[in-house]
Every structure is written in C-alpha cells, then in structure tokens.
C-alpha cells in the first residue's frame, strides 16, 4: 500500500477514533464539538506528522496504532472506571454480574491517590483464607505493578480459571513493607444475602454485595423470617462495593412504602447534560413498617450507598457507622465494532434529596468507629449500638 492510500486510510481510522470517542461520553454520535473542531484538527495534525515522517511507517500496525489512540483518549480522561477493553477481556468482563465467577472472593476499588485497594474478602473464599485484609493496598498483580491500573482491568487480571494461580503484591495497612501473596483461584459463587436472627427477635440481614440473584434473596429472606413479630431490622451493608443498581432499588423498595407515605423515588441518574432519570420505588414492599437501621462503613460504596441513601433521606432508617465511600458514578460498557469495548463513566448518582453521592458519599446519622482494639477483642460497637437503638424504641 502506498503511503498516500495508507494516509487516507489513517485519516479515515482517527475520524472513527473521534467519533467513538464521542459515542463513549454521550451515548450520542452527535455532541457538541463534531471532528471539525481545532482540536481535532490539531490530532488528525498530529496523525499527518507520523504517517510523513515515521521512518518505519511501512511497518506500522493501523490496528495497533488505532487501539494506542483510543486508549489514550480514555486515559486522558483521568477517570479511573473508565478504560478501554479488547475483545478478549470484554468477554471475560460479562461474567461479573451473575454472582458466580473464578476468582478469590475479594472486593476492590481505586481510591482518591489512585491505588487498588482492598475493601473486604468474602467470607468463605481463597482471599480470606490466604489472609488479605479491608484497607489492603494491592501494588502488583502477577508482576505488573497496579498504579494507574483501571478498575475493571484490575478485576479482569484477579479473576481467572478455578485452580489457576494469581500472584499478588499486597500493602497490609500499617505495614512498611509488602508481601507477596500467591492465591489459587477457586469458582466464586456466594450468597449476596446472609439473614439470621439474634437476640432480641431483631433480624440481622448482611447484604456483602449486589449481584443480579440479590433481588430474589432479600425477599426470600423476609418471607422465611416472622415479620410481624420483629422488633427490629439490621440492614448491614458495611464493606458492601456496591453492584447491580436494579437490585439495590429492590432492596430499598422492601422497606419503603410509594402508596401511604410518598416514598417514590430511590434515586436519580443525572448524566452530563443534565438529563435526570429517576429510578422508582417498586410496588410490593415486605418491610415497610418495621423498625430498621442501616449499618455503613468507610467501605459502603456505589449500591450500597444508594440503598442507604434513600432510607435515609426518607426517615425510613437510622444510619449507624461512618461516612461510606462516595462512589455514586454510572458506568456503562459499550462495544465497538471489532468486539472491543469502552467502559465509561456516563452519569451520576443522587439520592432522593438531591445529595450526589460521588466524592461525598452518606453521612450517618450517628457515627460510631470500630477501633483496633474492639477488632482484637471480637467487639462490634456499631452493630452493639444497632441493637440498643431498636431495643429501645420497641
């Protein structure tokens, strides 16, 4: 191929670049600026430089150089739930949600300073076996080294065939030093929700994460339990990352009430536009008059934040703990034509009281810390102060 046909052809790449680009932050192709703008005209400038002067362009891959422009783009976003996935790992990413996957049962974010950490492991599953701990920074996952490592990239590299090994290099809090820690990966398929009964007749309903079975176990869960002789409902959603937004709005829904108390609206997604769209209490509710509080933490993030969020704006739910995560951003996948993917950050989340959720997360009503001490000793004081408060108001 000559170099004036392979020109036009890198011409016409970088437009589909542009206009992909433009695609990923609107869910549009049309937006505001168009490819006619100077600063596209100062890329496809760019572009012109290296197909006249790169001394190899003979040799260049488009395919390569295209996926280069496109993964720049997102990185210049400096987002990090956004990336850009090839075909492989975008298959590999649609097993997430189901509540079963290979992996080793451990639940991780990107904090403000951009590090991959920890959250919690599950209970049960090879992380928690093999000692990783909530607040656990992860530096390297099979020798590539995490920081500025995109958050589905991050869970695509853990996660893998049962009875494969992952290598990681793990940060424990306090520590100076990290350790490496080599877990064998096992067929992840847990419960989202654990129910039991403690003293009191208060029940203690631990939601770990949301997946989309979570809406059949929490009404599964309420219908097995004597409502009607409750004192009380723990909703605990500490170390809770959050997961289907669906199946938080169901949860929620159980214990509000649209018909007799107003209660419509779980939460808004407000995208860049302005555009709002409101996410509707459903009908149906099997808790709705029982006294409950929500437990949250500094690792209550996304979902988890929007169920407690809406009980709380609503007066539905004391709110023990502490200030949660604040990760309240809509992320969405969406395929391009080569099987690809770009995962992007499309909206925003608010409770029904307008407070955003991103960067600022849920403020509790009353703020109560576990310290080390109380961990040593086997102490929860929140969950301790959950109990009292339900007690006292029977």
Excluded: C
């Excluded at 670049?17 to 932050?25: A, K």
């Excluded at 996957?101 to 599950?122: D, R």
């Excluded at 810390?369 to 961990?375: L, Y």
């Amino acid at each position: 191929m000559g170099k004036t046909s392979r020109v036009t052809l890198l011409i016409l790449v970088l437009v589909a670049v542009v206009i992909i680009y433009l695609i990923g932050i609107t869910g549009s192709p049309w937006y505001d600026e168009s490819p006619d703008e100077p600063e596209f005209d100062l890329v496809e400038e760019a572009w012109r430089v290296i197909i006249s002067d790169y001394v190899d362009i003979e040799d260049v891959d488009l395919e390569r150089l295209s996926e280069g422009a496109i993964r720049g783009m997102i990185e210049a976003l400096d987002d990090p739930y956004s990336g850009y996935f090839d075909a492989e790992q975008y298959e590999l990413s649609q097993y997430s949600l189901e509540g079963s996957f290979g992996g080793i049962g451990v639940e991780i974010t990107v904090n403000k300073e951009g590090e991959l950490t920890v959250i919690a492991p599950i209970a049960g599953t090879p992380a928690k076996k093999e000692g990783i701990l909530p607040g656990d920074r992860i530096l390297g996952i099979n020798g590539t080294p995490t920081k500025g490592m995109n958050l589905v990239d991050a869970v695509l590299r853990i996660r893998g065939e049962p009875g494969t090994d992952v290598r990681l290099n793990v940060l424990h809090e306090g520590n100076d030093t990290p350790e490496e820690i080599v877990i064998t990966r096992e067929e992840i398929d847990i419960e989202t929700v654990l129910p039991k009964m403690i003293p009191g007749n208060i029940a203690h309903i631990e939601i770990n994460h949301f997946s989309s079975r979570t809406q059949s176990e929490i009404v599964s869960a309420l219908e097995d339990m004597a409502l009607s002789e409750m004192s009380g409902i723990i909703l605990d959603l500490r170390n809770n990352p959050g997961g289907v937004l669906k199946s938080a709005v169901s949860v929620a829904s159980q214990f509000l009430d649209r018909e007799t108390r107003d209660e419509d609206v779980v939460v808004y997604v407000v995208d860049a536009e302005g555009n709002e769209e409101a996410w509707e209490v459903e009908d149906g509710g099997l808790a709705t008059d029982v006294p409950l509080v929500v437990l949250v933490n500094g690792n209550s993030a996304s979902s988890s934040e929007v169920v407690a969020g809406a009980l709380q704006d609503y007066g539905r739910a004391k709110i023990i703990g502490t200030h949660t995560l604040g990760k309240g951003a809509v992320n969405h996948f969406r395929q391009l034509s080569d099987g690809s993917a770009i995962y992007i950050t499309s909206a925003r989340w608010f409770t029904p009281d307008r407070h955003q959720i991103e960067g600022q997360g849920i403020l509790p009503d009353e703020t109560i810390e576990i310290t080390t001490d109380d961990v040593e000793q086997g102490l929860d004081p929140q969950l301790e102060r959950a109990i009292e408060y339900l007690q006292n108001i029977s």
